[in-house]
């Protein structure tokens, strides 16, 4: 059994904040402890813009606290998140976020993550290496 709280794993490797200065993730489960998906909380800042794409990933959105708009960049279509929607990019769908308010969101990836992962110029992460 594995207990770990966000207190303890702030300002550690598993506190990640991306080079963009748009979002941070603290990731509470990742590929290390075997369970098939990592889990994260992440928040993204109001008044910023965060265009994603994961190719080699499936991530489901839970909207914890905040209201931003979300761009499917396919379609054009917008959807607005807020506290208790979920969104599941399992299309590897181009998106946007542009939070209205910092949005708090729990995250689950599969494959999971190894935890310093950022976003490249595409807006994904890389491939999962090895025992991931």
């Known amino acids: 059994?594995?207990?770990?709280?966000?207190?303890?794993?702030e300002d550690t490797v598993r506190h990640v904040r991306a080079a963009s200065g748009t979002w941070e993730s603290k990731r509470l489960v990742l590929a290390r402890e075997q369970a098939g998906f990592s889990l994260h909380v992440t928040t993204l800042y109001a008044g910023t813009q965060t265009t994603m794409r994961y190719t080699h990933h499936v991530e489901a959105v839970f909207c914890v606290e905040g209201e931003a708009e979300l761009t499917d960049e396919e379609s054009g279509e917008k959807h607005w998140i807020t506290p208790g929607t979920v969104y599941l990019l399992d299309g590897h769908e181009r998106h946007t976020m542009r939070p209205k308010t910092d949005v708090r969101c729990v995250c689950v990836?599969?494959?999971?993550?190894?935890?310093?992962?950022?976003?490249?110029?595409e807006g994904a992460y890389p491939p999962p290496g090895p025992g991931a």
């Not at 059994?1 to 794993?9: G, P, Y």
């Not at 990836?109 to 110029?121: C, Q, S, W």
Request: glycine content about 4%.
């Open 1 to 9: 059994m594995i207990i770990r709280s966000l207190e303890e794993i």
């Open 109 to 121: 990836f599969n494959p999971p993550l190894t935890g310093r992962e950022d976003h490249d110029a």
